[in-house]
């Protein structure tokens, strides 16, 4: 067995554990930190692949930014998990079994010679000067010009169907003008009352 | 690949796109009151997006973007069916989400992004493309449910339709990616050709077209696969329901195609089994429980049901004519389901929704006019002779007695007696029972009472063109299946 084969199944075994760890502990928040063991194996399994960018981007937009943002939301919303989880056990057994099934079922038709070392070679390695970025990007923005435009369209409509369910003025909540704080007038704070001096009552 | 790009096949999408970002940011800089020139800036929108497909017009395949786009005689269809019925469904809809609160220039380009969605999926000759355009509509229509967000039931219905949505995606990415290991390619054409040169029995092959079938299934909404239908119908603001029951469906229909008989025809022994068990499944189930509901919107839910299984008869049969038949089939289903939903629409107001059976009663004493309108559309659904959803029924049943499948043909004709009944049974409420007490009385806009008008009768005054737009659906699916060749 060759060293990449090695790293190939250490980094696999350990995906496969935290995927199901993800989906089977309890606590959200390790839940999530399994999420991003399982991010990190799955980048090492990129890298045997030879696909370096995608592997480090996994690491930096996943590990770095959604996962930090999801644990966040997790500790904030405090979700009550005992109630959630209430009645989960009760259909484990007969769905653990139809998934087990189902999971024996797909090995066996997919391990069928159609997916083996004659019908899928092993592709040749890349030379030293081969840069694996430079070719995504020039794949991307032109030959899947189109896809790509419109993943980027999904992405607005992400934004604004984000902001359309969430954004609304409650009037209860006080919240701050900058327009109104900027465009605020010496006259607007201070009101200046003229008097006529008076004496001390003491001095008299 | 050549250096430069022909953008000119896909004006239509990138119009609509433009418009729609156009309408985000004039949206904002008008007040509240203004929000009238929205509104009329997405109709526009959608006309404008209409005659721009119908002057793209071609019965030759125009191929752009590297192959991912295909400008057809089926895209083109679906793509003009899809702008006109989008802008008859925002007629309606603004007196409804005005009185509601969700009258926002946010609603308008959320749909416009919709249909933008559609008409990728109309136009995709590639799996990557076909499934973003399938998302991008999916996330927008999952927004317009949860639209209504002070509604527990419309959360709810958003919830189920994300969660379920997103497993449908899953499943048929899954299917496309089994594909694409088998055949090396995400291209359609490239697919079938190399599908053509496999062995129709190939195991790994049949895996892939499985799990493809049933991210199909989910979206289109047949049992089994359809337990989110009902409750997304109800739980939707009636304006979103009514969106949903249209113009997906004809989308639904062109990736059916592009899927099954663009990439997959060869295949056509194996898939038509499961596509017979589908459509018998979706037929009987549909027709049955809808005779059990008492709410409008979920009666109509389990009707779009059955009419989707009716739509895969024509599918099945494998033959042009079937094809051609099963896109009629869904251009009227579309056209139908718009007046139905519209009905509900008028009849509702301000903190009232008619969506119970219960709400028609009496409808002729109240007013005649739309119990008129109301029974051409419910005969017309039913399957009645002369209106047109009787031809378009007759078309998918003698599409698949031209192949032998009369048991189908009964089974089909059986049910669809049987869902006559609560079709009927809206009519009988109408016309034979008294209105309750207290009742208001109806009051509609001027625009939306004349094109409900133009919208019910058109299920009648069709009835000379048919040949014409049946011949049309023939040649646009004959598009499809010779525009491959190339």
Known sequence: MSFTQLAFYFFAAIMVFAAAMVITIRNPVKAALFLVLAFVSGACVWMTLEAEFLAIVLVLVYVGAVMVLFLFVVMMLDVNLTRLREGFGEYLPIGGLVALLMVVEMVIVLSADSFDQQNMPRPEPHGEDYSNTKELGRLLYTFYVYPFEIAALILLVAIIAAIALTLRKRPETKYQNPAEQVAVQREDRIRLVKMAAERRKDEQ | ?486
């Not at chain 2, 359609?188 to 599908?195: E, F, K, L, N, S």
């Not at chain 2, 208001?440 to 009835?463: C, F, P, R, Y």
Request: glycine share 8%.
């Open chain 2, 1 to 486: 690949m050549n250096g430069t790009l022909n953008v000119t096949p896909a004006i239509p999408e990138l119009f609509v796109f433009t418009m729609a970002c156009l309408i985000l940011v004039v949206d904002l800089y008008i007040r509240k009151e203004q929000r009238v020139i929205s509104y009329g800036l997405t109709l526009l929108t959608l006309g404008v997006g209409a005659l721009l497909s119908l002057s793209s017009f071609s019965a030759e395949p125009v191929f752009t973007f590297n192959n991912m786009f295909v400008d057809d005689a089926l895209s083109d269809v679906v793509k003009i069916a899809i702008c006109l019925i989008t802008l008859v469904v925002f007629v309606y809809s603004r007196d409804y989400i005005e009185a509601r609160g969700l009258y926002k220039g946010e609603y308008f380009v959320l749909g416009l992004f919709a249909v933008v969605g559609m008409m990728v999926m109309a136009s995709a000759n590639h799996f990557l493309v076909l499934y973003l355009g399938l998302e991008l509509l999916s996330l927008s229509l999952y927004s317009m449910v949860a639209f209504q967000r002070d509604s527990a039931l419309a959360t709810e219905a958003a919830m189920k339709y994300f969660v379920l949505g997103a497993l449908a995606s899953g499943m048929m990415l899954y299917g496309m990616s089994i594909l694409y290991g088998l055949t090396g390619s995400l291209d359609i054409p490239t697919v079938r050709q190399a599908v053509g040169g496999m062995s129709a029995d190939d195991v790994v092959l049949i895996f892939g077209l499985v799990f493809v079938l049933v991210g199909l299934a989910f979206k289109l909404g047949v049992v089994p696969f359809h337990m989110w239908v009902p409750d997304v119908y109800h739980g939707a603001p009636t304006s979103t329901t009514l969106f949903i029951g249209t113009t997906p469906k004809i989308a639904g229909f062109a990736i059916v195609i592009r899927l099954l008989i663009g990439g997959l025809e060869d295949l056509h022994g194996t898939w038509r089994d499961m596509v017979i068990i589908l459509a018998v499944l979706s037929i009987g189930t549909g027709n049955l429980i809808a005779i059990a509901q008492t709410n409008l919107k979920r009666m109509l839910a389990y009707s779009a049901i059955s009419h989707m299984g009716f739509m895969l008869l024509g599918i099945l049969a494998g033959t042009p004519t079937g094809y051609s038949a099963a896109f009629f089939y869904i251009l009227v289903y579309a056209f139908m389901s718009l007046g139905a939903f519209g009905m509900i629409l008028l009849l509702s107001r301000e903190g009232f929704e008619a969506d119970e059976l219960d709400d028609l009663k009496g409808l002729n004493q109240r007013n005649s006019w739309y119990a008129a309108l109301m029974l051409l559309l419910m005969i017309s659904m039913a399957g009645i002779p002369p209106a047109v959803g009787f031809f378009a029924k007759l078309s998918v049943i003698q599409a698949i007695i031209d192949v032998n499948l009369v048991w189908l043909a009964v089974i089909a004709v059986l049910f669809a007696v049987v869902g006559a009944f609560y079709y009927l049974r809206v009519i009988k409420l109408m016309y034979f029972d008294p209105p309750d007490e207290g009742v208001q009385a109806i009051e509609a806009a001027t625009d939306l009472k004349v094109v409900m008008g133009v919208n019910a009768w058109a299920v009648l005054l069709v009835l000379p063109w048919i040949g014409p737009i049946q011949q049309l659906c023939l040649t646009a699916v004959a598009s499809v299946m010779n525009g491959f060749v190339s």
